[in-house]
Each structure stands twice: as structure tokens, then as C-alpha cells.
T-cell receptor
């Protein structure tokens, strides 16, 4: 186990709704990254947070937003859900923003109908 | 153009054989390279990382990096059925943007 937890495990939402996914990083890790993984694909980088500030962003629209809190927890918020947002959402923590040695949580499976 | 390319497989090897997994990347500025293992229905698990040209060994795993050829590989010696999984190659650029390949599915047959 990596010590990274995510909630909920599964979620079903309707197109147009908003969703918040949560992650608790490994203790001492000040950096969290969020990824979207579609079936049969590798994870796609959404964004990274370092010490509560966004530290990099992939090719995702602004309706994907995040927060990181001082207690090693973080959130991914997605507004105006689309069918294509159905995927496994993974958070990964690392001890520093320059470290690519990331430890993944178990993921949240989001289904948009 | 995909930035990190892997053969999707499936790659099938007999138990005890060497499994060779390959990855190429397009961003010459990439500095860090990683191999993750992902079992079906699970999240990726970091198994190897390499930053410098050459080989890096860790138990039955050897990562090889050739920056001039923009090529990174993973060798698994004495493959076991428990090694059956999808192996993801990941490359990190200067801006900390981690790019993953689509993964190679490996099956080790007893």
C-alpha cells in the first residue's frame, strides 16, 4: 500500500452535473498530481499542486479545477460533466514537486450518464 | 503525434524467460524516466526510475536509457506469472509534466 487514499471509490453522475473527488496524500508529501485514465490508455496529467498552489497543468479545460490543503489532502473538481469525462481518476503524491517518483492512490471510477 | 510510445502488446513470455519492454519518447528535454506496473483494476505502482544514460538494475528488473535515441526499456529477468500486468512508461519534462505511454500488456505463461 502507498498510503495514498481516494474517495469515493465509484461515482455515477449525470451530464451537466458537478463532482468533487478527494485524495489524501502520503504523510510528508507536499506535492499531489491528478490524472485521468480512460480504459486501455495511460494516465493523462491533469494538474499538479505543490504547497497548496497549482504547479503545472496538462491539456484539460478550466472546468477541471483543484485544491490542496495543508493536511496533505486535495480535491479535484469537475464542472459541467460531459460523457467523455467517464474515466478512472487517479491522484499521486510525491515528496517534492521535482520528483517524478509518484505514489498512486487506488483511484475513483467516475461514470457520467 | 504521441509523445510516449509503447507497443501495446500483448507480449507473452514463458515463465523464467526475459521479458523486454520498450518505450520511445519525442521530447528531447525530458529528464526523468519511470516504469510503472498496473494490474488489472488497480492503480499504477512505481517499479523503476532512471535519470542517466545506461543501465540501472534492481533485483530482477533492469531499466535502460539512451537519451540520444530517445529510448528507454525495461527488462524483467526470470519472469513470473505474478509479473503479468500492464507496464506503463512515463517521462517527465522540465515543467514536471508527466507523460505516460498507453502501456504494454505482459502475460507470463506458467
Amino acid at each position: 500500500e502507498t498510503g495514498v487514499t481516494q474517495s469515493p471509490t465509484h461515482l455515477i453522475k449525470t451530464r451537466g452535473q458537478q463532482v468533487t473527488l478527494r485524495c489524501s496524500s502520503q504523510s510528508g508529501h507536499n506535492t499531489v498530481s491528478w490524472y485521468q485514465q480512460a480504459l486501455g490508455q495511460g494516465p493523462q496529467f491533469i494538474f499538479q499542486y505543490y504547497r497548496e498552489e497549482e504547479n503545472g497543468r496538462g491539456n484539460f479545460p478550466p472546468r477541471f479545477s483543484g485544491l490542496q490543503f495543508p493536511n496533505y489532502s486535495s480535491e479535484l473538481n469537475v464542472n459541467a460533466l460531459e460523457l467523455d469525462d467517464s474515466a478512472l481518476y487517479l491522484c499521486a503524491s510525491s515528496y517534492d514537486r521535482d520528483s517524478g517518483e509518484q505514489y498512486f492512490g487506488p483511484g475513483t471510477r467516475l461514470t457520467v450518464t | 503525434q504521441k509523445e510516449v510510445e509503447q507497443n501495446s502488446g500483448p507480449l507473452s513470455v514463458p515463465e523464467g524467460a526475459i521479458a523486454s519492454l520498450n518505450c520511445t519518447y519525442s521530447d528531447r528535454g525530458s529528464q526523468s524516466f519511470f516504469w510503472y506496473r498496473q494490474y488489472s483494476g488497480k492503480s499504477p505502482e512505481l517499479i523503476m526510475f532512471i535519470y542517466s544514460n545506461g543501465d540501472k538494475e534492481d533485483g530482477r528488473f533492469t531499466a535502460q536509457l539512451n537519451k540520444a535515441s530517445q529510448y528507454v526499456s525495461l527488462l524483467i529477468r526470470d519472469s513470473q506469472p505474478s509479473d503479468s500486468a500492464t507496464y506503463l512508461c512515463a517521462v517527465m519534462a522540465d515543467n514536471n509534466d508527466m507523460r505516460f505511454g498507453a502501456g504494454t500488456r505482459l502475460t507470463v505463461k506458467p
